[in-house]
């Protein structure tokens, strides 16, 4: 099992920038990608970025591409989503997720709100 929890939501206006945290613990030792979904009101869970653990780039989603960046710290297991020129539709619950030997973890989500 690996555990996850968010953190670094809040209430930003368009243009600014908030950097969300995931960090995992538990079974960790298993990782294999960690990344980040969101979910806005009405709408499905989309796929914003995600990160192989044993490195390379990350892959991103267009929306999103150029504006936000994930990284990570494999000593606190850690990963990151820097998000900067961020736009009312950006507004979301964040979700972090991780691919531990086969199975699909999420976290409880953080909430990023973009005002006009």
């Known amino acids: 099992q690996v555990q996850l929890v968010e953190s670094g939501g809040g209430l930003v206006q368009a243009g600014g920038s908030l950097r969300l945290s995931c960090a995992a613990s538990g079974r960790t030792f298993n990782l294999y990608s960690m990344g980040w979904f969101r979910q806005a009101p009405g709408k499905e869970r989309e796929f914003v970025g995600r990160m192989y653990w044993s490195g390379g780039s990350a892959a991103y989603a267009d929306s999103v591409k150029g504006r936000f960046t994930i990284s990570r710290d494999n000593a606190k297991n850690t990963v990151y989503l820097q998000m900067n020129s961020l736009k009312p539709e950006d507004t979301a619950i964040y979700y972090c997720?991780?691919?531990?030997?086969?199975?699909?973890?999420w976290g409880q989500g953080t909430q990023v709100t973009v005002s006009s």
């Open positions: 997720a991780a691919r531990a030997a086969g199975s699909s973890y």
